[in-house]
């Protein structure tokens, strides 16, 4: 049952950003940029990919980074949380509009078939935790 669960939300999280990621919107360039740092940084087979989500703000000020399992596969929750908030500090130092951004979602994605992931974690933060937790 639990396994079923998450399956269903991350493929409604995807039905949620799938509008949101095209590569023609305002900031394409440096999302492209920071795909491949963040290609180099997680390594061979992570397939990183970065969108908005959209949810009822600024079509832009919620980031969406998603990886293959590969880049951190089969961690717990806890450890899962500790890598996402490196790489949404990550992001933060190398997304160009990061300034305009209010959250940063990071997520790890499983292929189970053709056009189908397995969203086996997800976590959400927001800029200012990320910015206040830096300068400590």
Same mark, same amino acid.
């Given at each position: 049952?639990?396994?079923?669960?998450?399956?269903? !939300?991350?493929?409604?999280?995807?039905?949620?950003?799938? &509008?949101?990621?095209?590569?023609? +919107?305002? *900031?394409?360039? /440096? %999302?492209?940029?920071?795909?491949?740092?963040?290609?180099d940084?997680?390594?061979?087979?992570?397939?990183?990919?970065?969108?908005?989500?959209?949810?009822?703000?600024?079509?832009?000020?919620? !980031?969406?980074?998603?990886?293959?399992?590969?880049?951190? &596969?089969?961690?717990?929750?806890? +450890?899962? *949380?500790?890598? /996402? %908030?490196?790489?949404?500090?990550?992001?933060?130092?190398?997304?160009?509009?990061?300034?305009?951004?209010?959250?940063?979602?990071?997520?790890a994605?499983?292929?189970?078939?053709?056009?189908?992931?397995?969203v086996?974690?997800?976590?959400?933060?927001?800029?200012?935790?990320?910015?206040?937790?830096?300068?400590?």
């Amino acid at each position: 049952m639990h396994e079923a669960r998450r399956l269903l !939300l991350g493929a409604f999280t995807l039905a949620l950003i799938v &509008p949101a990621c095209h590569r023609n +919107a305002p *900031d394409g360039d /440096a %999302r492209a940029q920071l795909i491949a740092v963040l290609g180099d940084s997680l390594g061979e087979g992570a397939n990183p990919d970065v969108s908005f989500m959209r949810n009822g703000g600024r079509p832009e000020s919620h !980031l969406y980074v998603t990886f293959e399992t590969p880049a951190i &596969p089969n961690v717990s929750d806890s +450890a899962f *949380d500790i890598r /996402a %908030r490196g790489l949404a500090r990550f992001v933060v130092r190398h997304y160009a509009h990061a300034i305009e951004l209010d959250s940063i979602s990071v997520a790890a994605r499983e292929p189970m078939r053709p056009g189908l992931w397995r969203v086996p974690h997800r976590r959400a933060f927001a800029i200012a935790d990320l910015t206040a937790s830096e300068a400590r």
